[in-house]
């Protein structure tokens, strides 16, 4: 997945683009500059089939906000589990924090990783990959 959307304000289900074919081995990457927290959960980037949480490839991935917090939270479709997640932990209010999703093929497998300012804080086998079609990447 290769695109370049510079500076985006968040508003809500903003389709920015559609991807024909998300294939196994992709990668995303984000700065995030929070401004407060809000009293619900907040989704800053969905990447997926179309759903919520209804089937695998609805995150591909999906990050969000938890209620109250920046503490920000990653979803994907991950071991044939739609709604695998990891809580990257707190983000500063603001400041910049760069963030890194990927899926790649290595020699083990295709893994699953997060970077947070360059620093891997999880990596995990991906026993199901999938290629998905006609997948949406908004904000909100």
Known sequence: MNFILGTIALSRNNLLQVIPVLHKDWSVSVEVNPSGTLSDWSTILRV???GDIGVYGDRTPTLFFSAGTTSLYVTSSVNNNRNYYYDTGVFPI???TKLDVSQSLQSDGYHFTISKDDNVVHDTINAAPQD????NVSSS
Do not use: A, H, K, L
Request: without cysteine; aromatic residues 20%.
């Open 48 to 50: 997926g089939i179309g």
């Open 132 to 135: 998905f079609s006609n997948v």
């Open 94 to 96: 603001n400041t910049w």
